[in-house]
């Protein structure tokens, strides 16, 4: 048994600042991930500040879009009125993920923050270099099925596990963040690493930043957007590969197009050569077919992995399809 040290915080800036000046600490909000990490000795911090606590539990109508809390539960967010009105790809992606207990307790922040389940990692027998840098990386000459296809590296072929990032990153979500220089604002597409030659660093933040809040804002694009998920089983199961998807069209040409994929990256993977490919012209399978097909133009695969080509094309031809006649 680890002693750790507890620390109940009563406000962010006061968690940052216990955060950031000890390098053993961590935060704990939901601690779904966490407390998985901790009894496979993944990490060993020494001191946890308690973050589920502060008043980060509200979403906020805003008038042009959604001001997440951090610590706002899953279950929550995904039956907001105005989520499933305004951002369904947000409420479909949520209601994919784990299972209706850890929705309950998981927050927002944390899904966003939640670290790989590659298989290696998770096995602290087996070299890793995500869990321990310069070990190696297992997954490349071993079990392959899950790998990343797109943006991996020699360090690392891990894929980012959260469904709701996906469809926050079709969103153009921004994350608040509060660190020890003041607040500012990512782009949900930057706040997850490719992991180059540091895959133990999957986030650009610092030490001690402390997510307080998401904010979405409205589009057409949004009110007209979807998730999809293929996985091995119909709940409580990782993505093989997934695909949040919005449009917005203007009679039959494509005025906006978001496309975001999981399950194929170290990151949750914006398809933007496949988005400028479809915008200004017509939507119909084919033409989504070689937009996608012109994005996976770079994908690595093995023989484990190789079916995440096909299937990627496949499902994000079959999402924004089903949109455009849900909007004719």
């Not at 695969?301 to 990627?312: E, F, I, N």
Request: net charge negative; with cysteine; proline share 5%.
């Amino acid at each position: 048994m680890k002693e750790l040290t507890y620390v109940r915080a009563t406000s962010a800036a006061e968690a940052v600042e216990a955060v950031t000046d000890d390098p053993r600490a961590q935060y704990l909000g939901g601690g779904t991930n966490l407390t998985d990490h901790l009894k496979l000795g993944i990490t060993t911090p020494e001191v946890l500040v308690d973050v589920s606590r502060l008043p980060l539990d509200t979403v906020e109508d805003t008038g042009t879009g959604l001001r997440i809390g951090a610590a706002v539960r899953n279950s929550d967010l995904a039956a907001h009125p105005v989520v499933r009105s305004d951002f369904p790809a947000l409420s479909r992606a949520l209601l994919a993920g784990a299972s209706g207990q850890i929705r309950n307790q998981a927050t927002t922040a944390g899904n966003l923050l939640q670290r790989t389940r590659c298989v290696y990692f998770q096995d602290p027998t087996t070299p890793c270099n995500k869990r321990e840098p310069g070990s190696g990386c297992s997954a490349i000459e071993g079990y392959g099925r899950y790998n990343a296809v797109l943006g991996a590296s020699e360090a690392c072929v891990a894929v980012h596990p959260s469904d709701m990032a996906v469809a926050m990153s079709a969103l153009d979500a921004q994350v608040v963040v509060l660190g020890a220089e003041g607040e500012r604002r990512i782009p949900l597409e930057d706040l997850h690493r490719l992991p180059g030659h540091h895959p133990e660093r999957d986030t650009t933040l610092a030490h001690g930043e402390l997510i307080t809040a998401v904010e979405l804002s409205r589009s057409g694009a949004a009110r007209t957007s979807t998730y999809e998920k293929a996985r091995d089983r119909a709940s409580y199961a990782f993505a093989l590969v997934s695909v949040a998807a919005a449009l917005e069209l203007d009679g039959d040409r494509v005025a906006d197009v978001r496309i975001a994929w999981g399950g194929a990256a170290h990151k949750p993977w914006r398809a933007r050569t496949a988005e400028d490919l479809l915008r200004d012209g017509p939507l119909d399978e084919q033409r989504v077919r070689d937009a996608a097909a012109e994005e996976l133009r770079a994908a690595a695969t093995g023989p484990d992995s190789d079916y995440k080509v096909a299937m990627l094309t496949g499902i994000t031809a079959r999402a924004l399809v089903r949109l455009s006649e849900a909007t004719s």
